[in-house]
């Protein structure tokens, strides 16, 4: 009984495959997104600290 749950779960794990295509492209996206919203941000409060300075 125990021969047949250790094959089953051996059965789960081998049928697992990562679809590294879809990683490696979600990936770049979030990190394009995330450089750019982090420039966003520095040149923001840059331009806000420089107006309210005047």
Do not use: H, P, W
């Amino acid at each position: 009984m125990a021969t047949s749950a250790e094959s089953s779960i051996i059965d789960d794990d081998q049928a697992f495959n990562y679809d590294y295509d879809t990683l490696r492209t979600t990936g770049v996206i979030l990190a394009v997104v995330m450089f750019v919203s982090g420039i966003l941000i520095a040149l923001s409060k840059k331009f806000k600290c420089a107006k309210s300075s005047k």
